[in-house]
Every structure is written in structure tokens, then in C-alpha cells.
């Protein structure tokens, strides 16, 4: 039993990244990565930065978590309020999936390949695109994440996007 709130955060598990959701709406994600599993927890529905509010000892080793507000900084996507609604939920738990619509959990092993793109997005400070495709293509699937195939997720600011790959090399998928 893994509460979101006992998680430390590393630069290497985790990430932050908006995924578009038809034409106007989008869903800030904090992308973490832990015993072989992709967890996307939507923590803002608008893709705008906070400011002012510590985000709490979840983010108490990354100091960029600490001094919020710039668009290059990526935890400034992040609403506090909507972060504290997860914190007391087992990560890997259907509580945790179900929490919002747009949560999201792919075991490592449904993963074919991932892919990333360094194109720049003119409206937002962004490190590139990510794509993961899973192998499950089926639309009537019982686990509601793989029925959407690809989640193609940008991420947000200045991130480095080779610690990112890192946990998605091609020895880990196989």
C-alpha cells in the first residue's frame, strides 16, 4: 500500500506533461514511474502556472517545486488544491484511477514503444513530446487506460528529457 503522500519524488520517477483532449481542453499530468508502472495523475485542467504555494513534502527534495510561478518551471502547472485531493490515495490503487476521468495506468509490460519528439510548442515552454504506445488496441478493453492506445504528452518546461528516456529504454520494454 503506497499513499501518494509517502512517495519521494526523485528527478528520475517522475515528470510533468499536458496531453490535449480533443480540441480545447487539456490536463496537466504528474507522470510518475514506479515498480514498472506509468501512473498519470491530472493535476490541473488548464494549462496555466500557479505561484505563491509550496507544493508540499512530496516536493520537498526538488527545489524547483519550491519557488513556483515562471512558465519555464514545470511544478508551476501544478494546482495545489487538486495535488492534495491524491495525496491520501494508493497510487496504483482503481480509488486513485477513477479519482478523475482522465488518470491514467499502464503497466510497464503493455508498453511496445516510446517515443520522443523535440519539436517546441509556440504558445508554451515546452522540452518536446512524448509518445507511449501501448501493444492493447482494444476499444471494449477492460482496463479503461488501454483502450486509448497512444497518449502522446508534452512536456512543460525546462525538463531533461533524457532522464525521462532513461526509465523507457529499449532494455526495460523487452
Known amino acids: ?8 519524488l526523485t528527478d528520475t520517477n517522475h515528470f510533468i506533461a499536458y496531453q490535449k483532449h480533443g480540441f ?17 495523475i491530472e493535476v490541473n485542467t488548464k ?19 519550491q519557488n513556483r510561478g515562471a512558465a519555464n518551471n514545470p511544478y508551476s502547472y501544478i494546482n495545489k488544491e ?8 494508493q497510487i496504483f490503487s482503481k480509488d486513485m484511477q477513477f479519482a478523475s476521468k482522465n488518470n491514467f495506468k499502464i503497466d510497464k509490460v503493455h508498453i511496445e514503444a516510446f517515443n520522443y519528439l523535440g519539436i517546441q510548442d509556440a504558445k508554451f515552454p515546452n522540452s518536446g513530446n ?30 531533461d528529457y533524457e532522464k525521462v528516456l532513461a526509465y523507457f529504454n529499449t532494455k526495460q520494454l523487452q
Open 1 to 8: 500500500m503506497l499513499l501518494l503522500q509517502d512517495l519521494r
Open 24 to 40: 480545447l481542453n487539456k490536463s496537466v499530468y504528474l507522470v510518475l514511474t514506479a515498480n514498472d508502472i506509468v501512473v498519470g
Open 47 to 65: 494549462l496555466k502556472t500557479e505561484s505563491t504555494t509550496r507544493l508540499g513534502s512530496l516536493f520537498a527534495d526538488i527545489p524547483m517545486a
Open 82 to 89: 487538486i495535488l492534495k485531493s491524491f495525496e491520501k490515495k
Open 130 to 159: 512524448v509518445l507511449i504506445a501501448t501493444k492493447i488496441e482494444k476499444i471494449h478493453h477492460p482496463n479503461p487506460n488501454l483502450r486509448i492506445p497512444n497518449r502522446e504528452l508534452t512536456l512543460i518546461g525546462n525538463q
